[in-house]
């Protein structure tokens, strides 16, 4: 099975600041053929399901704010917030789609304000 | 617009059977691969299940064996039954849409519905 592995597990940022979370897998989900990470992040806000915010590692989800924006390419990859919002507090997961069986998630980071 | 809305949790003794439900709207659950994705109490995120269109079934080793994903086609609803339960099956049960094949994110989910494996 693929590992992901993020951090930090959880971070408090200002208001209007950047906050950034990165997410590591155990082996690359690149896939060559179409030069695509196969890299998925999610929002989970309290008591509600995770929400689609980018997939192929850096394509937005249509509706998701542009401050929300992914990067990174084979196994290292970035989730960052430009400018956090009050509404923006959640727990973020990645998940790797390259080896669907099956697919992993990372353990999550919490984001609060600080 | 689509909604997944899931149903048939509840606390079970260990050893017991749960049947989950998942009533979609605004697709047609039957030309999706579909998932359950389970979450611990206070964890994070681990795949339970797929289905596909064509009706093959995956499932996690963790429930393989114990637990049948399926569908009813005329209700336009997911199932898992859940059979041989353990406490570490305690968790909240989501239904999810894969976006489509051959990638596996996926890009709606259900509220979830909590399962609760105790004696």
């Known amino acids: 099975d693929i590992v992901m592995t993020q951090s930090p597990d959880s971070l408090a940022v200002s208001l209007g600041e950047r906050a950034t979370i990165n997410c590591k897998s155990s082996?690359?989900?690149?896939?060559?053929?179409?030069?695509?990470?196969?890299l998925a992040w999610y929002q989970q806000k309290p008591g509600q399901p995770p929400k689609l915010l980018i997939y192929?590692?850096?394509t937005r989800e249509s509706g998701v704010p542009d401050r929300f924006s992914g990067s990174g390419s084979g196994t290292d990859f970035t989730l960052s917030i430009s400018s956090l919002q009050a509404e923006d507090v959640a727990v973020y997961y990645c998940?790797?789609?390259?080896?669907?069986?099956?697919?992993?998630f990372g353990q999550g980071t919490k984001v609060e304000v600080k | 617009e689509v909604q997944l809305v899931e149903s048939g949790g509840g606390l079970i003794q260990p050893g017991g059977s749960l049947r989950l439900s998942c009533a979609a709207s605004?697709?047609?659950?039957?030309?999706?691969?579909m998932s359950w994705v389970r979450q611990a109490p206070g964890k994070g995120l681990e795949w339970v299940s797929f289905?596909?269109?064509?009706?093959?079934?995956y499932y996690a080793d963790s429930v393989k064996g114990r637990f049948t994903i399926s569908r009813d086609n005329s209700k336009n609803t997911l199932y898992l039954q859940m059979n041989s339960l353990r406490a570490e099956d305690t968790a909240i049960y989501h239904c999810?849409?894969?976006?489509?094949?051959?990638?596996?994110?996926?890009?709606?989910w259900g509220q979830g519905t909590l399962v609760t494996v105790s004696s």
């Open positions: 998940q790797q789609y390259y080896s669907t069986l099956p697919v992993t």
């Open positions: 999810a849409r894969v976006h489509s094949s051959p990638t596996f994110y996926f890009d709606y």
């Open positions: 289905i596909y269109s064509g009706g093959t079934t």
């Open positions: 192929w590692a850096s």
């Open positions: 082996q690359s989900v690149l896939y060559s053929s179409n030069n695509k990470n196969y």
């Open positions: 605004g697709f047609i659950v039957s030309s999706n691969y």
